[in-house]
């Protein structure tokens, strides 16, 4: 059985009167530790799909399994827990709390959670031991999103989900944003996934996830990923 399993999952919003199926039936499976890359259009249903994975929101109908939890059966206190201890999010836009130093920040994530991570490591990890008394504003975007990627790993998640990480960020800056996020995946052992519109990041995947209208139109294992380095776009 795989880690995570996503069996015939169906979203659909209602606006107005009119309907969006946002999920149309998405199936796919990822092994612990691997690096993914969902990969997909905008309007693709991508963003649905990973809500739902993190327990922010639930699906019509459908599986959902994350190491041995079955999260689609769980009720609301039980998906304030799992979002609280087993999974961390990185967003487009950082979100960082704009009056706590990048030190503090990632301690008020590590006061909500049970298997909390060393602070100061978490921050050296994500190459920020030297800024950690800055306030965001004091920080480059990339830094900042850095910050927000040690927010996430500090609480020691079993799943790292990033919604577009690099999309508010130039070319330089996202690629280092991506070497942290796959550096965090190797050295921890961290499940990552990571939403792009970009198909040349899916080369440093071990696993590549494409969706389109709202279904998976592909699965690929990558037996030799590349380094984020090695890839120009
Ligand atoms: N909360 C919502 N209410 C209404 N429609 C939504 C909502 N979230 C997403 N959608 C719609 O569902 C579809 C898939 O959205 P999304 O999962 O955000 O796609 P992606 O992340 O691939 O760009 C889009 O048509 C979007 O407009
Ligand atoms: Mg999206």
């Not at 209602?14 to 259009?41: C, R, Y």
């Not at 609280?84 to 920040?105: C, W």
């Not at 899916?202 to 998976?216: E, G, W, Y």
Request: proline share 3%; hydrophobic share 40%; charged share 25%.
């Amino acid at each position: 059985m795989s880690y995570i399993k996503i069996q015939d999952v169906y979203k659909k919003y209602k606006v107005g009167d009119t309907v969006v199926v946002a999920n149309n039936g998405i199936s796919f499976s990822i092994e612990k530790g691997e690096f993914v890359v969902i990969l997909g259009p905008s309007g693709a249903g991508k963003s649905t799909i990973l809500n739902i994975l993190g327990g922010m929101e639930s699906c019509d109908s459908g599986e959902i399994i994350v190491d041995e939890l079955a999260i689609s059966t769980f009720n609301n206190k039980q998906l304030t827990k799992y979002r609280r201890d087993d999974v961390g999010f990185v967003f487009q836009f950082y979100n960082l709390v704009q009056n706590l130093t990048a030190k503090e920040n990632v301690e008020l994530a590590t006061r909500i959670t049970k298997n909390a991570l060393d602070v100061d490591q978490t921050l050296e990890l994500v190459g920020l031991d030297h800024r950690k008394d800055n306030f965001p504003s004091q920080l480059s975007g990339g830094e900042q999103q850095r910050v927000s990627i040690a927010r996430a790993v500090a609480k020691n998640p079993k799943l790292l989900l990033c919604d577009e990480p690099t999309g508010a960020l130039d070319y330089n800056t996202g690629k280092q944003v991506l070497q942290t996020l796959q550096d965090t995946c190797r050295k921890m052992g961290t499940t990552v996934i990571v939403i792009t519109h970009n198909s040349a990041i899916a080369q440093m995947a071990d696993r590549v996830i494409k969706i389109n209208d709202a279904k998976v139109r592909s699965v690929e294992v990558n037996k030799n990923p590349i380094p984020i380095e090695n890839i120009e776009w």
